[in-house]
C-alpha cells in the first residue's frame, strides 16, 4: 500500500491588515463601559497577534457611519446572511485561485484527479469546487469533495481523506484546499465576549498537493477525540446576520484535560519529546498555553503555531495548514512531527507525521 505525501503547500491571503482597524472598531463599540474596555484592552494585549488580514476593504475611520470602504457594512444595518453569501461567492474563488497558482503546477494541474474543498465560513452551488477546476485548468473529470463546516479542525480531516484516495489509488494526485472568509461575519455588537472572540478571526487560504510521491511530509496515521460534555463550548451558527461563532472561555481548560489523558493515543505511545515537529492549530494563544501545559512542552516547541497567530490570527481551516508550510520550509529531514486542531463538539482532530528522508 503506498504512503501519502504533502509535497507541497501554498498560501495566500486577501491585501486589507484589518487587525488594527479591529482593535479601533472593537474600541468603538464598547465605548465609555472602562470595566468592558479594561478588559478587551488586556486581552488584545496577551493575545499575541499583530496582523490579520479580510476579503473587505476597512474604512479609515472605524467609528463612521460605515465600517468598509464600499459600503458593505453601514451601522446599524449591517448585511444579512444573504449578502454576506453573495460577497463569499465572488471573493472565495479569487482566493482559492491565487493560493492554487503559487503552488505551480504548470502543465500537471490536468494531472490532478482528487479535488478536495475545507470551508465553514460560506456556501454556494456550483460552489468553490467547480471554481476551482475552471480557473485552476484542471481536467473536469477530477472528483471532487467539500468538507463542509466542520470549522478549525476540518484541514486534518481533508488530509485524512486524502491519505485514504492515495493509499487506495497510488496513482491519484490531490489537490486540498482550505478556504476561510471568517472576517465576512463581523457583527455590530456591545457583547464583549463576541468582541473577544472576533479579535481572533482572519481570512486566508491554503492550497496543498497530496501523493505518493515521495518529498515533503509522510502522513503516518490519524486520531480523533471528542471530550465529553463540551459541545456547548465552541459552537458555529448559521444566522440571519451571519455565521455565528460561539467560543466559551473555558475552551482551553477543556483541550488541556483532554490532552493530558490522550495524549498516549494521539502520540501511538511516544512521548512528547520524541516528537521534532509541531503543527498545532492557533486558536488563540490561551489554546497554545494550554497544549504547550499538557504535554509539558519545551517554550520553543510551537514557535511555528504561535508565529502564524502573530502574522495572520485564526483562519478557522486554513491556519494549520499555513503553520505545516512554515515547518516544512525548516526543512529537517527524517523529522517525526504531531499535528492537531480543535473545532465544534468539542473535537481534536490529530495526525503523525514524518519529514522525506
Known amino acids: ?3 501519502a505525501f504533502v509535497n507541497r503547500i501554498a498560501t495566500a491571503t486577501p491585501p486589507n491588515d484589518v487587525h488594527q482597524f479591529f482593535l479601533d472598531f472593537a474600541r468603538a463599540q464598547i ?20 496582523h490579520r488580514f479580510s476579503c473587505i476593504a476597512p474604512a479609515d475611520d472605524p467609528s463612521g457611519p460605515v465600517v468598509d ?36 503546477l504548470g502543465g500537471d494541474a490536468k494531472r490532478v484527479t482528487h479535488v478536495i474543498v475545507t470551508s465553514c465560513t460560506g456556501f454556494s452551488a456550483p460552489g468553490l469546487d467547480l471554481e476551482i477546476v475552471a480557473r485552476c485548468g484542471l481536467d473536469r473529470s477530477a472528483e471532487r469533495t467539500i468538507v463542509g463546516f466542520m470549522g478549525c479542525y476540518a484541514a486534518i480531516s481533508g488530509l485524512k481523506l486524502a491519505r485514504h484516495i492515495v493509499r487506495s489509488e497510488p496513482r491519484s494526485r490531490v489537490l486540498l484546499v482550505n478556504l476561510e472568509l471568517c472576517t465576512l461575519h463581523l457583527k455590530e455588537t456591545k457583547d464583549i465576549e463576541q468582541l473577544l472572540s472576533f479579535y481572533l478571526w482572519g481570512d486566508g487560504c491554503a492550497a496543498s498537493l497530496i ?32 455565521f455565528d461563532m460561539v467560543l466559551s472561555g473555558k475552551v482551553p481548560g477543556a483541550i488541556r484535560h483532554t490532552l ?51 502574522d495572520y490570527g485564526n483562519m478557522s481551516s486554513a491556519t494549520v495548514m499555513f503553520v505545516l508550510k512554515a515547518l516544512m520550509a525548516q526543512d529537517r529531514r527524517g523529522a517525526h512531527g504531531c499535528g492537531m486542531a480543535f473545532g465544534p463538539g468539542l473535537t481534536a482532530e490529530t495526525m503523525l507525521f514524518s519529514t522525506a528522508a
Open 260 to 310: 493530558k489523558e490522550r495524549h498516549g493515543e494521539i502520540l501511538d505511545g511516544r512521548r512528547p519529546e520524541a516528537i521534532d515537529l509541531w503543527a498545532v492549530h492557533p486558536g488563540g494563544r490561551s489554546v497554545l498555553d494550554a497544549v504547550a501545559k499538557a504535554l509539558k512542552l519545551d517554550p520553543g516547541a510551537l514557535s511555528a503555531s504561535r508565529g502564524v497567530l502573530r
Open 31 to 50: 465605548g465609555g463601559n472602562s470595566m468592558y474596555r479594561t478588559l478587551f484592552e488586556r486581552m488584545a494585549e496577551k493575545g499575541g497577534i499583530r
Open 211 to 242: 501523493s505518493a510521491e515521495a518529498t515533503g511530509i509522510r502522513l503516518d496515521s490519524f486520531r480523533s477525540f471528542l471530550a465529553e460534555d463540551t459541545s456547548e463550548l465552541m459552537e458555529w451558527h448559521v444566522r440571519e446576520d451571519g
Open 69 to 104: 470602504v464600499e459600503g458593505l457594512f453601514p451601522r446599524g444595518s449591517f448585511p444579512g446572511t444573504n449578502k454576506r453569501m453573495q460577497i463569499y461567492e465572488e471573493r472565495a474563488p479569487q482566493l482559492a485561485e491565487a493560493a492554487v497558482a503559487r503552488l505551480e
Open 1 to 3: 500500500m503506498a504512503d
